[in-house]
């Protein structure tokens, strides 16, 4: 009797707990609080949080290679690099490359903020991180969840939950993370520059774009084809008008399908042995350093160009060459009209925010072609 | 007669103003929803609002008339 009273508390998971499984926790609820509360991107942050609760569960085995459910999801989903395309898929059937097609010399802005991840790739490696790890780390500055993941798994899996989540945090900070930096590097008069109307631009543009695009990225860069080429399928899916099915399939239910999948993954990376590390407190920040030197980045680009411009761009749609669609634009507006409440900037900031997103993935792309 | 255009493609989220209301320089008469943003629209010169154009919950396109003033 006694036998199989003491079987059944070493069989039990509470025996095995560690002081860092506790702490975990402590991270998953706090992850928790701030998507239910706060609904700070609960989509993700959601199954993210509960995923570290799970993995933090001694004895369950869901990350148990070959053996847990978990980890079958991660294995086949992240890293077999399924999942990010797919998001990308949706994203792509989501995004209006409109305002960019207007504008095309918003593609330099999108660039341009691209800086800040060469920027923050060397303090990374200054700091000690291999090569590999400090291409991870940079490319949260581009503020691009699923290229982040994307990058990450194939780079320096280890680092994944940090990461994610800190491009994730990072990128639902937005509103607090930009406007001082935007304040900082525009003057009043500047964020007061009103902008004309966007030029109408065509349905056959539109239908050409994603097409043209494609082929020019993947012809440069063909490491960013699994990417761009889903990116461009999603979009063309939306702009030709004649697949809504398959459209609002890959931008509603593929999406939210995969959404599940990817959270409870990158959540459960974070076990308490890869996790509690002094660096990932270090990525968060230089996680940080990268998102503040691609908004300067993106904002003195646009000052740049004004040197050149007749009509001058109002800089602040520089902070947009980050990606996070459409918060980053979103912030340009709210700032702008800030200064002028005539200022409507919003559509002129999708144009970078989205020429952002392609600019990230051209960055990851290029890291990955050198380092992987 | 002044013609208070959309500044932003969006949807339009409130109306503050009826016809036959005076407004001033500055007044906020609709309130935009765009990208999940509100966005006012101040107006640009003062009279009497003698159209309403749209209502809650139409979608505008840039350079949409919304209100004509007097």
Redesign the interface.
Known sequence: MLDILKDLIYSSGAVSLTGGNLVMWLVSFVLLYLAIKKQYEPLLLLPIAFGILIVNLPLTFLMEPEHGLVWFFYHYGIELDIIPPLIFLGLGAMIDFGPLIANPKTLLLGAGAQAGLYVTFFAAVLFGFDLQEAASIAIIGGADGPTTIFLTSKLAPHLLGATAVSAYAYMALVPIIQPPMMKLLTTEHERKIVMG??RPVSKLQRICFPIVTAMAIMLMVPTAAPLISMLMLGNLFKESGVVERLSKAASNELMNIVTIFLGLSVGATMTAGTFLSPKVLFIFFLGLFAFIVSTGAGLIMAKVMNLFLKDKINPLIGAAGVSAV?MA??CV??VG?EAN??N?L??HAMGPNVAGVIGTVVAAAILLKNLG | MPELLAPIAGNVWKVLVAVGDKVELDDELIILEALKMETPIYCDDGGTVSEVRVKEGDSVNEGDVLVVID
């Open positions: 109307k966007l459409p634009a979103r507006h709210k009209s409440r005539r409507y919003l559509m």
